[in-house]
């Protein structure tokens, strides 16, 4: 079946460091591709999403390409704040089956 | 932006009680979703639901499970009997179409059965 893989669980940087966070699927056709955030006590929220190849997506600084190559979505940041502590999930969307299936989450800690 | 609302946000029940965990979707949404989250891990698919009709459920949905969205409203969780192993926390999600390009998330119910 469809799944995705984060290889980093943790990630501990400093503010102004450079972030990538791996994100790589196994799916068929073309799935659309996002990069979800989660705060302490809240639910998963977007960051954003693409759905075709090299399609680049962005937010808040924040972003990744989708590239159909390598099977990859790989996060990226010029330069993290403290405010970006949380957990992210890249995860895929699959219409024929209509359900969105994550990766395991990687946990960042940026300190000042 | 869009809301999904979940209800109670906290609910501790005895082993072997029936538990409802309720969703109220995003308004003009048609597909729902639970999800499961054991503390610190990662999200889990359980469930996904349509036109009144379960479309697909993963091996974690056990017989015990069951959703449904009686009056067009509330979107439910139910869990009969309960056991410990399904102390988590509950989330439900929502999205427009099958063809849709974001699914919203409530912000969960920690369940917590003893």
């Known amino acids: 079946g469809d799944s995705v893989t984060q290889t980093e669980g943790q990630v501990a940087l400093s503010e102004e460091d450079f972030l990538t966070i791996h994100c790589n699927y196994s799916?068929?056709?073309?799935?659309?591709l996002f990069w979800y955030v989660q705060y302490p006590g809240e639910g998963p929220q977007l960051l954003f999403r693409?759905?075709?190849?090299?399609e680049k997506g962005s937010s808040r600084g924040f972003e990744a390409t989708y590239d159909k190559g390598t099977t990859s979505f790989h996060l990226r940041k010029a330069s993290v704040q403290e405010s970006d502590s949380a957990v992210y999930y890249c995860?895929?969307?699959?219409?024929?089956?209509?359900?969105?299936?994550f990766g395991e989450g990687t946990k960042l800690t940026v300190s000042s | 932006g869009p809301k999904v609302l979940q209800i109670p946000s906290h609910q501790i029940i005895d082993m072997g009680q029936m538990v409802t965990l309720n969703c109220d979707p995003v308004?003009?949404?048609?597909?729902f979703y639970w999800y499961k989250q054991i503390l610190g891990q990662q999200m889990e698919f359980l469930v996904n639901?349509?036109?009144?009709?379960?479309?697909?459920k993963s091996k974690l949905f056990k017989d015990q499970f069951s959703v449904e969205r009686p009056d067009g409203s509330y979107f439910t969780l139910k869990i009969q009997p309960t056991a410990l192993e399904d102390s988590a926390v509950y989330f439900c999600?929502?999205?427009?179409?099958?063809?849709?390009?974001?699914?919203?998330f409530g912000k969960g119910t920690r369940l917590t059965v003893v």
């Open positions: 999600a929502s999205s427009t179409g099958r063809r849709a390009t974001e699914v919203f």
């Open positions: 799916a068929s056709g073309y799935p659309t």
């Open positions: 693409a759905s075709r190849d090299k």
């Open positions: 995860a895929l969307y699959q219409g024929g089956s209509a359900k969105l299936i």
């Open positions: 308004s003009n949404h048609l597909y």
């Open positions: 639901f349509y036109n009144g009709k379960v479309m697909e």
